[in-house]
């Protein structure tokens, strides 16, 4: 089996995988250098970051490697209000009083930064731009082609993936239901979005699209990369696996919460931003679960559980965390750094190519 594939080219890399771009500081500049110097794409996660940040991340990257990296933006419509707010946060306030803080009386400020970051990664002539929730427009997507960039969205079905290919981008990564954090869906249906396996997705897309696909959801190590190159896929993109690395972000609490975890121990939640994402199951999601609080809408939900998340973090409290994992997390090593675990797993699919 070929493990020097078509992405590899494209994106001029040595090996098929990629470092999912995790937003809210787990990407740190460290970690997206470290997996790019390994050979791999480092990807920066800058849905949360402001033009500024991002353009401030994007110089320290370059500071730490000439190889080429990603940077992954959030493309989605932002709702700027949702009168359940008061009621929402005046239902948490046993949270509040467990972290021992008082709920902000502010208005959450809704600011939509995609425009800008887009224009920044232009200007900064970033490798490889990629999307979640949606495809960019067809002008956008030019717009980069004729700097030479690379485009890349997420999908959760078939029919996002022949969206993006007539858009015009590049690959799509093909994301399953095993995933950690948000889906990329581009329609919430009901608050969940698609959510098909990844076994059952990729043969799928790479039958109806003409572009690279790339294998996302559950993938931790070189099995994975051989089973999706099987399925049609050019290559893998792993969140999870690289939670515990040396150079991420991820909180102490929330590295430990993941090497304690198994494969039953995540489900799909709107919980903590509105949208669909798998996380580690908790007292927060329990809590409103069990009464029965609705979500509001993403943005507003995760504004809203911002003061929380961060307490919770301070106060090292895991079960108030948004602990975002995928369904393999019995295959999660504590204590590697990013070359270790690409080595790891070019290793052992090298060992099992046929």
């Known amino acids: 089996m070929n493990l020097?594939?078509?992405i590899c080219s494209l994106f001029e890399i040595e090996f098929p995988i990629v470092q999912a771009g995790m937003a809210g500081g787990i990407t740190t500049p460290e970690?997206?250098?470290?997996?790019?110097e390994a050979g791999g794409l480092g990807t920066l996660g800058a849905g949360y970051l402001t033009p500024e940040a991002t353009r401030n991340?994007?110089?320290e990257i370059r500071a730490r490697t000439d190889r080429p990296f990603a940077v992954n933006l959030f493309k989605v419509e932002m709702q700027q209000e949702d009168d359940r707010t008061a009621s929402v946060q005046q239902q948490l306030l046993p949270i509040y009083e467990d972290l021992d803080i008082i709920p902000s009386t502010q208005k959450h400020a809704v600011t939509d930064y995609y425009e800008k970051q887009f224009a920044i990664l232009i200007e900064e002539k970033v490798p490889v731009i990629s999307t979640t929730f949606e495809v960019p427009t067809e002008e956008q997507i030019q717009l980069a082609h004729e700097h030479e960039l690379k485009m890349v969205t997420m999908v959760t079905t078939v029919n996002e993936a022949m969206q993006s290919e007539k858009a015009g981008v590049d690959v799509v990564v093909a994301q399953g239901g095993e995933a950690g954090g948000h889906r990329g869906t581009f329609?919430?249906?009901?608050?969940e979005g698609a959510a098909i396996g990844t076994f059952a997705l990729i043969p799928q897309v790479v039958d109806h699209v003409s572009i690279p696909v790339i294998a996302a959801g559950g993938i931790?190590?070189?099995r994975g990369l051989v089973a999706a190159r099987a399925l049609g896929a050019?290559?893998?993109?792993?969140?999870t696996r690289f939670l515990n690395a040396v150079e991420s972000g991820t909180d102490p609490a929330y590295k430990k919460a993941l090497l304690e975890s198994d494969?039953?121990?995540t489900e799909l939640t709107a919980a903590f931003s509105g949208r669909p994402a798998r996380a580690i199951r908790n007292q927060f999601m329990d809590f409103l679960q069990s009464n029965k609080i609705q979500p509001l809408n993403y943005p507003i939900q995760n504004l809203l559980t911002k003061e929380i998340r961060a307490a919770a973090k301070q106060h090292g409290k895991p079960e108030y965390m948004?602990?975002?994992s995928g369904q393999g997390n019995r295959l999660i090593k504590d204590g590697q750094t990013a070359e270790e675990i690409i080595k790891e797993i070019m290793d052992q699919a090298s060992s099992l190519s046929f």
């Open 187 to 191: 329609d919430v249906k009901n608050g």
């Open 57 to 59: 991340a994007i110089k």
């Open 263 to 265: 494969e039953e121990s």
């Open 31 to 36: 970690l997206v250098a470290a997996v790019s």
């Open 322 to 324: 948004s602990l975002w």
């Open 234 to 239: 050019e290559g893998i993109q792993l969140g």
């Open 220 to 222: 931790m190590d070189g």
């Open 4 to 6: 020097k594939t078509e």
